[in-house]
Protein backbone atom coordinates (compact mmCIF):
# COMPACT_ATOMS: atom_id res chain seq x y z
CA UNK A 1 0.00 0.00 0.00
CA UNK A 2 1.31 3.42 -0.70
CA UNK A 3 0.82 6.07 1.75
CA UNK A 4 1.08 9.80 1.32
CA UNK A 5 2.68 11.73 3.88
CA UNK A 6 2.67 15.38 4.12
CA UNK A 7 3.55 18.47 6.48
CA UNK A 8 6.98 17.34 6.28
CA UNK A 9 9.43 19.56 7.44
CA UNK A 10 12.18 20.64 5.01
CA UNK A 11 14.84 18.79 6.93
CA UNK A 12 12.44 15.16 6.78
CA UNK A 13 14.63 13.10 4.79
CA UNK A 14 13.49 9.44 3.10
CA UNK A 15 15.38 7.43 6.02
CA UNK A 16 13.43 9.50 8.83
CA UNK A 17 10.69 8.67 7.40
CA UNK A 18 11.25 4.96 6.64
CA UNK A 19 12.65 4.65 10.76
CA UNK A 20 9.46 5.81 12.12
CA UNK A 21 6.90 3.81 9.52
CA UNK A 22 9.34 0.53 10.21
CA UNK A 23 8.31 0.59 13.53
CA UNK A 24 4.79 -1.12 12.17
CA UNK A 25 5.92 -3.52 9.51
CA UNK A 26 8.56 -3.51 6.50
CA UNK A 27 8.97 -0.15 4.43
CA UNK A 28 9.82 -1.43 0.71
CA UNK A 29 10.22 2.33 -0.33
CA UNK A 30 10.43 5.85 1.06
CA UNK A 31 10.12 9.26 -1.44
CA UNK A 32 10.11 12.14 -0.34
CA UNK A 33 9.12 14.57 -2.99
CA UNK A 34 12.51 17.34 -3.52
CA UNK A 35 11.70 20.82 -5.63
CA UNK A 36 13.45 20.78 -9.18
CA UNK A 37 14.27 24.21 -8.66
CA UNK A 38 15.40 24.98 -5.31
CA UNK A 39 16.55 20.76 -4.67
CA UNK A 40 14.46 21.85 -1.41
CA UNK A 41 11.58 18.84 0.03
CA UNK A 42 8.20 20.29 -1.02
CA UNK A 43 7.28 19.04 2.40
CA UNK A 44 5.17 15.81 1.44
CA UNK A 45 6.49 12.17 0.18
CA UNK A 46 5.25 8.49 0.08
CA UNK A 47 5.80 5.80 1.57
CA UNK A 48 5.12 1.92 0.60
CA UNK A 49 4.72 -0.83 2.37
CA UNK A 50 3.98 -4.21 1.26
CA UNK A 51 1.57 -5.58 4.00
CA UNK A 52 -2.04 -3.48 3.75
CA UNK A 53 -2.16 -4.24 7.53
CA UNK A 54 0.92 -3.25 8.60
CA UNK A 55 0.46 -0.11 6.42
CA UNK A 56 -3.14 0.64 8.31
CA UNK A 57 -1.53 0.26 11.59
CA UNK A 58 1.27 2.98 10.32
CA UNK A 59 -1.27 5.18 8.99
CA UNK A 60 -3.66 4.86 12.70
CA UNK A 61 -0.44 5.64 14.10
CA UNK A 62 1.49 8.28 12.13
CA UNK A 63 -1.26 10.57 11.37
CA UNK A 64 -1.07 13.10 13.75
CA UNK A 65 2.12 12.13 15.38
CA UNK A 66 4.89 14.58 15.86
CA UNK A 67 7.81 14.36 13.57
CA UNK A 68 10.50 16.94 13.83
CA UNK A 69 8.54 19.52 15.28
CA UNK A 70 5.67 19.24 12.99
CA UNK A 71 2.59 16.99 13.29
CA UNK A 72 2.39 15.14 10.45
CA UNK A 73 -0.83 13.94 8.52
CA UNK A 74 -0.52 10.50 6.85
CA UNK A 75 -3.18 8.61 4.15
CA UNK A 76 -4.10 5.94 1.94
CA UNK A 77 -2.48 7.41 -1.30
CA UNK A 78 -4.95 8.13 -4.39
CA UNK A 79 -4.52 7.04 -7.74
CA UNK A 80 -1.98 10.16 -9.71
CA UNK A 81 -4.52 11.93 -11.98
CA UNK A 82 -3.70 12.65 -15.66
CA UNK A 83 -3.28 16.38 -16.29
CA UNK A 84 -3.15 16.45 -19.93
CA UNK A 85 -6.06 14.29 -20.91
CA UNK A 86 -7.40 15.97 -23.95
CA UNK A 87 -10.39 13.96 -24.22
CA UNK A 88 -12.09 15.87 -21.35
CA UNK A 89 -11.46 19.07 -22.84
CA UNK A 90 -13.15 20.81 -26.01
CA UNK A 91 -10.26 22.11 -28.15
CA UNK A 92 -11.26 24.91 -30.23
CA UNK A 93 -8.11 24.99 -32.77
Excluded: C
Excluded at 6 to 20: A, R, W
Excluded at 82 to 89: L, M, P, V
Amino acid sequence: MDIYVSNLSPTVLGEDLKKQFSKFGVVSSVNVIIDKYTNRSKGFGFVTMPNDTEAEKAIQEMNGSSLDGKAITANKAKPREEKNDRSSHNNRW
